[in-house]
C-alpha cells in the first residue's frame, strides 16, 4: 500500500514538445505529491508539488495534474528543452509525518535539440 | 527556499578505513533527517532515519554497525561507512523536513578503492 508506481521509464522528446510522465498511488492517507529533478551526481531538487485539495498546480513551465478519485498524478513539462534532460521522480507522503517520502522509480528524461 | 547541505560531494577512501558523511538544514531546524543510497539510474533507497537526539531506525538489511548515523543537533546529521569496501562505493544522499517539504542535499559520491 505504500507503493508509488511511475511510467515511462525513460523518455525522448523533442525540444518544444511536452514532456508527461505518471505516477499511481495506493494509500489514501497521503496528502503530499512532491516532484524531483535530478542530474546526474546531483541530489534531487524539489521541482513542483501538490496537495490533493487542488486538482492542477502550474510553475512555470512545470504543471502537475491531480486525479484524486484515481490516485494518479502526473507532471506535464511544456516547451520541454534540452536543459531539462534529467531523472524525474515523483514522491508521495503525508505532510504532517517525519515519515519518509515513498519515491516512484524515476523517469530518464532525454529532450533532442 | 530551505536548504540542506552535503558534504563533502565526493570522497575516495582505501578499503578498510571509515569515512564521515555531513548533513545541514542550513535555515531550519531538522528533528529527523534520512540517509539515502542510490544505485546508477535507480530510485532512492532509504537508509535509515534520524532523529536528534536519539538512535536512528535502519531499514531491514541495512547494518546499523557499518552504517554509524548520528544527530547531535537540529541541524546536523552524520553518517559514518565504517570499514569501508569496494560494495560500498555508492551515492549517498540525505534529506530533511522543513516548511512542511522534503529537501535533499547534493549527495555524495563515495568509491572505496
Known amino acids: 500500500q505504500q507503493q508509488v508506481k511511475q511510467s515511462p521509464q525513460s523518455l525522448i522528446v523533442q525540444k518544444g514538445g511536452i514532456s508527461i510522465i505518471n505516477c499511481a498511488y495506493e494509500?489514501?492517507?497521503?496528502?503530499?505529491f512532491p516532484w524531483y529533478q535530478q542530474f546526474p551526481g546531483k541530489g534531487p531538487a524539489l521541482l513542483i508539488a501538490?496537495?490533493?485539495?487542488?486538482s492542477e498546480k502550474k510553475e512555470g513551465r512545470f504543471t502537475i495534474s491531480f486525479n484524486k478519485s484515481a490516485k494518479q498524478f502526473s507532471l506535464h513539462i511544456m516547451d520541454s528543452q534540452p536543459g531539462d534532460s534529467a531523472t524525474y521522480f515523483c514522491?508521495?507522503?503525508?505532510?504532517?509525518?517525519?515519515?519518509?517520502?515513498?519515491f516512484g522509480s524515476g523517469t530518464q528524461l532525454t529532450v533532442l535539440p | 527556499g530551505a536548504v540542506v547541505s552535503q558534504h563533502p560531494s565526493r570522497v575516495i577512501c582505501k578499503s578498510g578505513t571509515s569515512v564521515k558523511i555531513e548533513c545541514r538544514s542550513l535555515?531550519?531546524?531538522?528533528?529527523?533527517m534520512f540517509w539515502y543510497r542510490q544505485f546508477p539510474k535507480q530510485s532512492l533507497m532509504l537508509m535509515a532515519t534520524?532523529?536528534?537526539?536519539?538512535?536512528?531506525?535502519?531499514e531491514q538489511g541495512v547494518e546499523k554497525d557499518k552504517f554509524l548515523i548520528n544527530h547531535a543537533s537540529l541541524t546536523l546529521s552524520t553518517l559514518t561507512v565504517t570499514s569501508a569496501h569496494p560494495e560500498d562505493s555508492s551515492f549517498y544522499i540525505c534529506?530533511?523536513?522543513?516548511?512542511?517539504?522534503?529537501?535533499f542535499g547534493q549527495g555524495t559520491r563515495l568509491t572505496v578503492v
Open positions: 534520524s532523529n536528534e537526539g536519539s538512535k536512528a531506525t535502519y
Open positions: 534529506s530533511a523536513k522543513g516548511q512542511g517539504k522534503a529537501f
Open positions: 494509500n489514501t492517507a497521503f496528502d503530499y
Open positions: 501538490i496537495r490533493p485539495d487542488v
Open positions: 535555515d531550519f531546524q531538522a528533528t529527523t
Open positions: 514522491a508521495a507522503g503525508m505532510s504532517g509525518s517525519a515519515r519518509q517520502l515513498t
